[in-house]
């Protein structure tokens, strides 16, 4: 992309950016997207994550450390309409095979289009001729669409941070049609895995009798050609690895070590979701406890799960069948001096996690579905080179596609699980050396710097 290109990233919530350090504050993906918006002197807009009463329309915007953000609040009625419902309650489920999950409703689907009207309304005057546009996630699927027709002649590209569902499952959404044509309008689509892009590519040519090339990912209707290609984020892993210097990240893991005494700390960090396959993940550590009731000394499970979208049922009724479940494993396997499974319902700073990554000798990442999932590369990213810990990782999160030498489980099997975290436990330092060393320099080298420039460099040159 030439120097002089502005890039205007869109995304349903926009990280404001701190004045110092600011990919530390965000993660991996917001410091990303700062750094790339700081290079092009961008602009990044978006949802404040405010409720008002009325919507004015009014853009609020905020220009720091070289980077411009322009938010919009929602009315409480777009907020129901087109976030918790829409966005969280039809397309998450549906998107990770929760057909059981998704809700059908008209309005909210009435207020998804709304929103990304206002979005496009609001947005259009703030691009510029020579501008490149970046829309990000499944809250905006059709705004390159709504941009298109308000004359936007812009290179815009999408990305899709959630999996792509085969086209079975996808066809249940009613006016599925319109929403993937809606999507032809962008130049360029990236998906999180070559098998997310696959059911994306079954559908245009099932489903839509688009003409497909699966090789340069070119998908053709009604004369006009979109390039959809894989693209697998990754960690900022030069900033992530950086945080092992600092007090809290070596203070965290030594508070994880010191009230773990002579067990393995096995270690599980995810928000508060159902895709997650949490209460899976308890009936898996409940099973091997069940086989293994001696190895209660060895093992205390550390379960950090930070609610969210705590106004949407599904996510209220999961957080009541965790406490559950951790206070059954509990209930029956405690003893006066220990716990089993330690559940905590809070976020940590990325330092914090770091150092609880490096002090548990197991790292447990078992969605039921998930786009990608960063924790596994952070994981991975934590170790001790010399005494690697071990990942056991769900072969149906996208990051199994290059991870393939972690403990590779089926997320609904108890058994499954309960194998694995006996395996881990037992592994000899040799092979968690040679996994680690094969898993690392995949993280290293796929790393979120080349995700975005990957995908800006294609975006470029549509
Ligand atoms: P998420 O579903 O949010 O992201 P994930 O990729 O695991 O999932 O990213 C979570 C991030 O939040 C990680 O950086 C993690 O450290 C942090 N986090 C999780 N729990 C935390 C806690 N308790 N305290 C503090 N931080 C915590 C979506 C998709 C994923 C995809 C990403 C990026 O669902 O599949 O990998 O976007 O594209």
Redesign the pocket.
């Known amino acids: 992309m030439s120097e002089d290109t502005r890039l205007v990233v869109v995304s349903n919530r926009v990280a404001v950016p701190k004045a110092r350090g600011a990919a530390g504050a965000q ?3 917001a410091g990303a997207l700062n750094a790339a918006l700081k290079d092009r002197s961008g602009v990044w807009f978006g949802w404040s994550g405010e409720e008002v009463e009325e919507n004015s329309g009014e853009i609020s915007t905020q220009t720091t450390d070289g980077v411009t953000t322009a938010t919009i609040d929602l009315s409480k009625r777009d907020v129901d309409e087109y976030y918790n419902g829409y966005a969280n309650s039809t397309l998450w489920p549906l998107f990770h095979y929760r057909l059981d999950l998704a809700e059908y409703e008209r309005e909210t689907g009435k207020g998804y289009e709304r929103v990304n009207e206002s979005f496009a309304e609001t947005l259009r005057p703030l691009i510029e001729d020579e501008d490149i546009v970046w829309v990000h996630d499944y809250h905006l699927i059709p705004l390159g669409e709504r941009l298109r027709s308000r004359g936007v002649k812009n290179r815009i590209g999408f990305f899709l ?2 999996p792509w569902p085969p086209t079975r499952l996808f066809v249940s959404l009613p006016y599925h049609e319109r929403l993937v044509r809606t999507m032809l309008h962008y130049d360029l689509l990236g998906f ?1 895995t070559q098998e997310w892009l696959d059911s994306f590519l079954h559908y245009c040519r099932t489903e839509l009798g688009a003409e497909v090339d699966d090789a340069s990912g070119s998908v053709t209707l009604d004369g006009r050609t979109t390039i959809a290609r894989a693209y697998p ?1 990754g960690i900022d892993w030069d900033h992530f690895t950086s945080l092992r210097d600092t007090g809290e990240a070596r203070q965290a893991e030594q508070r994880l070590l010191s009230s773990t005494r002579r067990r393995t700390a096995m270690i599980g ?3 508060l ?1 159902y895709s997650k396959g949490l209460p899976e993940r308890l009936d898996g550590i409940g099973r091997f406890f069940d086989r293994n009731p001696e190895r209660v000394r060895d093992l205390v499970f550390i379960q ?3 609610p969210s979208r705590e106004d949407v049922e599904s996510y209220q009724k999961i957080r009541t069948l965790l406490e559950q479940k951790a206070g059954q494993i509990n209930g029956a396997r405690s003893e006066v001096d220990l716990v089993p499974v330690r559940y905590v319902n ?3 700073s ?1 330092e914090q ?1 770091y150092g609880f990554f490096r002090a548990a000798k197991i790292g447990l990442v078992t969605p039921l579905r ?6 596994a590369k ?1 994981y991975i990213a934590a170790q001790d080179p010399e005494d690697p810990g071990v990942l056991i990782l769900s072969r149906f999160a ?1 990051a199994a596609a290059q991870m393939q030498e972690a403990v590779l489980v089926n997320p609904h099997s108890p058994d499954d699980l309960s194998h694995a975290i006996a395996t881990a436990l037992d592994m000899p330092v040799e092979e968690r050396r040679r996994r680690y060393e094969a898993l690392v320099s995949t993280v290293r080298d796929d790393n979120v710097k080349d995700w975005t420039s990957n995908f800006l460099r294609d975006l470029d040159t549509r």
């Open positions: 993660g991996g993906l941070h959630i999180q984020i960090v995810d928000r979701d950090v799960a930070p809070r976020g940590y990325h996690l998930d786009g990608m999932n960063l924790v952070e996208g």
